[in-house]
């Protein structure tokens, strides 16, 4: 079971993710948070499959930029901590609608994934202005910023309530990216370093 589900992740992660625009589907009535997570949730869907699957790479890219070598066991298994965390960060807007920090992290990482994936491109030195998932990274990055302006234009939130948002999405990020790395046996304070090596390189 525990290989199944490390070999099928991102099938798995899919196939709950889907489950559950169904069943919102079947629901109804949804608050414009509720609305605004469930657009979040199909647009992860089609991230982590533009990342590994069409046209994939991602994994690669990352493995061959901090020098290690990784199977296609791994590549499948670095799924697991993803998909935790982007189920996590989706849900809870859609249970605790009623509080809009709720969906602050998702927002912050929607904006954060559009930023990194441009990065990615000099930094992955592509021949082409295209990393792996840079289309699906754009979209959610717009669709942050509308949220942005929603929540603003509607007095949603303090500022003191954006600052917590992005800084769950940022301990939230680093603890998975460490899980990744520690799967790979790469030590995450490396990673730094590497990419400045990489930066050097250009």
């Known amino acids: 079971m525990i290989r199944f589900i490390k070999f099928y992740a991102l099938e798995i992660y899919t196939a709950i993710s889907m489950s559950i625009l169904l069943i919102a589907g079947i629901v109804g009535y949804l608050s414009a948070i509720q609305k605004f997570a469930l657009v979040y949730i199909f647009l992860f869907v089609l991230h982590e499959w533009e990342e590994m699957k069409y046209p ?4 690669d890219s990352i493995a061959k930029m901090i020098g290690v ?3 296609e066991e791994m590549k499948r298994a670095s799924r697991i901590p993803t998909s935790i965390l982007l189920l996590a960060f989706t849900i809870c807007p859609l249970v ?6 709720a969906i602050l992290p998702i927002a912050f990482l929607g904006l954060f994934e559009g930023i990194v994936h441009i990065f990615a491109v ?3 030195k592509c021949a082409k ?3 792996p998932g840079l289309a699906t990274a ?8 509308i949220l942005f ?3 603003i234009k509607n007095g949603a939130l303090p500022f003191w309530g954006y600052l917590t948002g992005s800084a769950i999405m940022l301990v939230c990020f680093i603890a998975m990216q460490k899980s990744i ?3 790979v046996g790469f030590r995450y304070s490396d990673l730094p370093k590497k990419i400045k090596e990489q930066l050097q390189k250009q």
């Not at 994939?56 to 994994?59: I, M, R, V």
């Not at 605790?96 to 920090?101: A, G, L, R, S």
């Open 56 to 59: 994939g790479g991602f994994a």
């Open 69 to 71: 070598e990784i199977n």
């Open 96 to 101: 605790f609608h009623e509080y809009p920090i």
């Open 122 to 124: 000099k930094l992955f």
């Open 129 to 131: 202005f295209y990393s």
């Open 138 to 145: 754009e979209i959610q990055a717009a669709v942050s910023i």
């Open 149 to 151: 302006a929603y929540l």
């Open 181 to 183: 790395t520690a799967m």
